[in-house]
T-cell receptor
Framework: EDQVTQSPEALRLQEGESSSLNCSYT??????LFWYRQDPGKGPEFLFT???AGEEKEKERLKATLTKKESFLHITAPKPEDSATYLCAVRTDNFNKFYFGSGTKLNVKP | ETGVTQTPRHLVMGMTNKKSLKCEQH?????MYWYKQSAKKPLELMFV???????ENNSVPSRFSPECPNSSHLFLHLHTLQPEDSALYLC???????????FGPGTRLTVT
């Protein structure tokens, strides 16, 4: 059964304290892994797409990496404005199947 | 208007009402999606349209009825909903199926 699991469910960091969020997946065939950021009361905002193991993407303080079983979203020296829920999603061999994880709620304290 | 817009932003309806949610994308995309987001649960994909043709219906109850009159507009018609249908309904679009999706702000639906 296709499955996407994110951990931890919630993460509290001090400003400047780097950490990583995990997205592990079990799918029949990965066609793409996507990271999104969602602020309260808003729709998810696209961050990155990763297609193959070993691929990395960076944007400001965020860096996403991908292996054959999981993806990490590394946050370097986070700021309070990075506080949000981070979602990952995968697209499988079945072109129309798109699965989201439950998200990691990140809180960065000043 | 830019990106993906949704109206209304908030909706309260009784179980016997009929209402519609509207989504419009200004990105020139060919695919549009409806998602349901409930508290403590992952986003659930409800419907997928590609080039105005429905390509996926993920076992959604018939009380939800989508309509895609053109590649820029998507509707979700609601009738005789249940309280458990209360959730945030999100619309998204993408260049083509399988590409990254861009989301609207959502409609917060409460069924009383």
């Amino acid at each position: 059964e296709d499955q996407v699991t994110q951990s931890p469910e919630a993460l509290r960091l001090q400003e400047g304290e780097s950490s990583s969020l995990n997205c592990s997946y079990t799918v029949s065939g990965l066609r793409g892994l996507f990271w999104y950021r969602q602020d309260p009361g808003k729709g998810p905002e696209f961050l990155f797409t990763l297609y193959s193991a070993g691929e990395e993407k960076e944007k400001e303080r965020l860096k996403a990496t991908l292996t054959k079983k999981e993806s990490f979203l590394h946050i370097t020296a986070p700021k309070p404005e990075d506080s949000a829920t981070y979602l990952c999603a995968v697209r499988t061999d079945n072109f129309n199947k798109f699965y989201f994880g439950s998200g990691t709620k990140l809180n960065v304290k000043p | 208007e830019t990106g993906v817009t949704q109206t209304p932003r908030h909706l309260v309806m009784g179980m016997t009402n009929k209402k519609s949610l509207k989504c419009e994308q200004h990105l020139g995309h060919n695919a549009m999606y409806w998602y349901k987001q409930s508290a403590k649960k992952p986003l659930e994909l409800m419907f997928v349209y590609s080039l105005e043709e429905r390509v996926e219906n993920n076992s959604v109850p018939s009380r939800f009825s989508p309509e895609c009159p053109n590649s820029s507009h998507l509707f979700l018609h609601l009738h005789t909903l249940q309280p458990e249908d209360s959730a945030l309904y999100l619309c998204a679009s993408s260049q083509d199926q399988g590409y990254e999706q861009y989301f609207g702000p959502g409609t917060r639906l409460t069924v009383t």
